[in-house]
């Protein structure tokens, strides 16, 4: 598939490293566990919003757009991307802040934090489970009668025009697979917004590969979360114009790893945060890379993985967000 003729901004100048993770390998007792690290893309703090971005940019550019509009937990990712992505164009941005399991603190750190120094132009805040859709057409509305064009970016960038980001990663992964002279048996990703999880699945089904994906829930149910990958899925066989439908059935997720609910980590969430701190140097957040490294390491621990099969795990970011979790995170019996 090629996705050359779909404009796109480019905020990632090299490939993301593999890396294997000998330690936590070792540690496990097999399988041979390697990760892929977008926490290392490109715009402030880096994550998996950059790839995504670049295609969602490049098409509020290509519609006029002054300013982009998004929304996200106050602890979001995609919203400190979004508005990195903005800086760099030269746009505005304003963000819709949901107080999912957290409330707003304009003082708060991590991701809050660089929302200010990077000086978002508009902040808003809403109660969970308020309708972030229409709330954004609102935001919008106002910017048109300010005499702006506003941009309204999918939350988490999971929509069909942002997974196309995680189609090429998927071109970048073979390329490195070949390179690396190693054969990825399994792909296991956090599953959100859906958009990461989706492009990948799409990318695969239309390569020479065939590598099974496995989401690790952050927030809704099996079901509900499959349903939501397929349908982006499907907009994204739509926009590719792919021969081949991709079968409902490649769609796998679990939900077993979000421990108390959304951006609530679990013990085990905090214990593969630890692990990956001391035995590899890597930080994993505590809203998705940790419960994700739980769900991969409880797999491993049931059986799920052929003991010398190759595991890779993507590395979504989320990063700057850890600063928040602080005394969360150290206040678990720390490790060794
Ligand atoms: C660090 C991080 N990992 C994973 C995800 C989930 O990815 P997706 O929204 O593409 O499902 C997000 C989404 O906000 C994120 O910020």
């Given amino acids: 598939m090629n996705l050359q003729h779909f404009p796109r901004r480019i905020y990632t100048e090299y490939n993301t490293p593999i890396q294997p993770l000998r330690h936590l390998s070792k540690i496990l007792g097999g399988p041979n566990i390697y990760i892929k690290r977008d926490d290392l893309l490109g715009l402030t703090g880096g994550g998996n919003k950059t790839r995504k971005l670049e295609f969602l940019v490049a098409h509020a550019l290509e519609q006029g757009a002054d300013t ?18 903005a800086v760099k164009e030269g746009l505005k941005c304003r963000l819709l802040f949901e107080e999912r399991n957290r409330k707003y603190d304009p003082n708060g750190n991590g991701n809050l934090f660089l929302d200010r120094l990077m000086g978002v132009e508009k902040i808003k805040v809403v109660p969970d489970g308020t309708d972030v859709v229409s709330e954004m057409d609102i935001m919008k509305q106002e910017l048109e009668s300010e005499g702006r064009k506003g941009y309204i970016v999918a939350e988490g960038g999971g929509n069909d025009i942002g997974a196309m980001g995680y189609v090429n990663c998927v071109h970048e992964i073979l390329e490195q697979s070949q390179e690396m002279e190693i054969q990825f048996d399994h792909i296991v990703t956090a599953s959100g917004s ?13 390569s020479t590969v065939n590598i099974p994906v496995t989401g690790i829930n952050v927030r809704r149910g099996k079901f509900q979360q499959e349903q939501k990958v397929y349908g982006i899925i499907r907009n994204l066989v739509d926009r590719l114009d792919l021969h081949d439908d991709v079968p409902r059935e490649a769609v796998h997720c679990l939900d077993d790893y979000i421990g108390p609910g959304y951006a609530l980590p679990s013990e085990d969430t905090i214990a593969a945060i630890q692990l990956l701190a001391q035995k590899e140097g890597i930080l994993l957040d505590p809203v998705y890379t940790g419960k994700v490294m739980a769900g991969l390491i409880g797999l491993v621990k049931e059986g799920y993985f052929s003991h010398d099969s190759n595991i890779l795990f993507l590395h979504t970011g989320g990063t700057p967000a850890i600063y928040e979790f602080k005394s969360t995170i150290l206040n678990q019996h720390i490790l060794g």
């Fill in 194 to 206: 859906g958009g990461t999880h989706s492009g990948l699945v799409a990318g695969i089904h239309d």
């Fill in 68 to 85: 982009l509009i998004t929304t996200g937990a106050v602890q979001s990712n995609h919203c400190r991307l979004t508005l990195a992505a």
